[in-house]
T-cell receptor, first 111, second 115 residues
Framework: QKEVEQDPGPLSVPEGAIVSLNCTYS??????FMWYRQYSRKGPELLMY????GNKEDGRFTAQVDKSSKYISLFIRDSQPSDSATYLC???????????FGQGTELSVKP | GAGVSQSPSNKVTEKGKDVELRCDPI?????LYWYRQSLGQGLEFLIY????????KSGLPSDRFSAERTGGSVSTLTIQRTQQEDSAVYLC?????????????FGPGTRLTVT
């Protein structure tokens, strides 16, 4: 079993919809939680990071971490066709070192 | 400012040949990471350089893989005697300091195809 599980999708939504992307994990030592966006044939781009449990908002994006359930989410409001990409969750145990990634969820926002 | 750059962007090699992949981190970033992204495996950690400390090589899949970082900046990932299962996108990332692994910035990757 992978340390981080993420539904690969694909997920298709109409423009303007609220998108919910999720990851579960098994290692309770994870403290930092990141979301990356990756366009086709590009490197991952950091969207947000969160330390420990709680919510963090940045524009149309909201990240939530529930450490008690070992569950993290990324919400995208008013989704746009330009949001069409693969979204990767990533986690780390401490401030330094490697990130453990989920498989990525492919999102398509239809105009 | 300039982001992480990697070269070559694409590499096709024959099975059994050696390849070298290069990474130029963001200027001023002291921590550098290599990952591999392949279908079915997702993004996997390979190696991490943290300033002047010994690198964390725990993710290297075999002794055919090695990496070095010269002068605290440019890094080279070398794969010896390439195998078809080495085909993947090799991604490099950097962060400002070792304690900011949660803010890793990735390059565009090198797409390696072993025929």
């Amino acid at each position: 079993q992978k340390e981080v599980e993420q539904d690969p999708g694909p997920l298709s939504v109409p423009e303007g919809a609220i998108v919910s992307l999720n990851c579960t994990y098994s290692n309770s030592a994870f403290q930092y939680f990141m979301w990356y966006r990756q366009y086709s044939r590009k490197g991952p781009e950091l969207l947000m990071y969160t330390y420990s449990s709680g919510n963090k908002e940045d524009g149309r994006f909201t990240a939530q971490v529930d450490k008690s359930s070992k569950y993290i989410s990324l919400f995208i409001r008013d989704s746009q066709p330009s949001d069409s990409a693969t979204y990767l969750c990533a986690m780390s145990r401490n401030q330094g070192g490697k990130l453990i990634f989920g498989q990525g969820t492919e999102l398509s926002v239809k105009p | 400012g300039a982001g992480v750059s990697q070269s070559p962007s694409n590499k096709v090699t024959e099975k059994g040949k050696d390849v070298e992949l290069r990474c130029d981190p963001i200027s001023g970033h002291t921590a550098l990471y290599w990952y591999r992204q392949s279908l079915g495996q997702g993004l996997e950690f390979l190696i991490y350089f943290q300033g002047n400390s010994a690198p964390d090589k725990s993710g290297l899949p075999s002794d055919r893989f090695s990496a070095e970082r010269t002068g605290g900046s440019v890094s080279t990932l070398t794969i010896q005697r390439t195998q078809q299962e080495d085909s993947a996108v090799y991604l490099c990332a950097s962060s400002y300091e070792p304690g900011t692994a949660y803010e890793q910035y990735f390059g565009p990757g090198t797409r390696l195809t072993v025929t």
